[in-house]
């Protein structure tokens, strides 16, 4: 399974890009064919978590493979069979939503269109304060579709944020592993967090 092709593809959950980074290197270290997808407002926009420019870099250092920035970029994945499987990590509310409804509108969701196009696996670890909110319709719409696989999640402070889910990714690479044979790594809905 090393040989396997992996889109590790980022979107705006910017508090949760370093261990979406950290996953990412774990992942190459088992999979190194690996090729970087930045949604557009990754790629371009600086926060208080880090600077755009500094993710792109890092996302081309780990992966040894310039970026995927946009649509045109993005959409010949499925047409030329360039992945094996597609790693959404972290998986903002927003991008579970327009995949749950066949919106194809950034880098992201079209590198999952064009790549669900071949049957292959779809790779999503959420990050959403609305997980249990507004996005959960999305969530379970997701959960029942063919060839998306979860990343195991858990609710990250039930107290302060109780619709708040985010998984523990820690687990993407396992989660990559297990959806290449077809299978869901469970449990999918994780305890909380031992502190």
């Not at 979107?11 to 996953?23: D, V």
Request: aromatic content about 6%; charged content about 20%; overall charge negative.
């Amino acid at each position: 399974m090393g040989d396997a092709r992996v889109g590790f593809a980022l979107t705006g959950s910017f508090c949760t890009l370093e261990k979406a980074f950290q996953a990412m290197e774990e992942t190459a270290g088992e999979y190194p064919n690996m090729v970087p997808i930045l949604s557009e407002i990754t790629g371009t926009t600086d926060t208080r978590f880090g600077r755009a420019e500094t993710f792109r870099q890092r996302a081309v250092e780990i992966c040894g493979h310039g970026v995927v920035d946009s649509i045109r970029e993005a959409e010949p994945i499925g047409p030329k069979g360039l992945l094996d499987v597609l790693v959404i990590a972290p998986c903002t509310g927003n991008t579970l939503a327009k995949l749950a409804n066949g919106i194809a509108d950034t880098a992201v969701t079209m590198a999952a269109k064009a790549h669900l196009r071949n049957g292959r696996p779809v790779v999503l670890a959420i990050s959403t304060n609305d997980g249990l909110g507004g996005a959960a319709r999305n969530l379970g719409e997701l959960l029942c579709r063919k060839h998306y696989y979860f990343v195991p999640f858990r609710q990250d402070d039930p107290v302060e944020k109780p619709t708040s889910l985010v998984a523990d990714m820690t687990k993407v690479t396992e989660t990559v592993t297990a959806a290449l044979r077809g299978q869901q790594l469970q449990p999918v809905l994780l305890g909380p967090e031992k502190t």
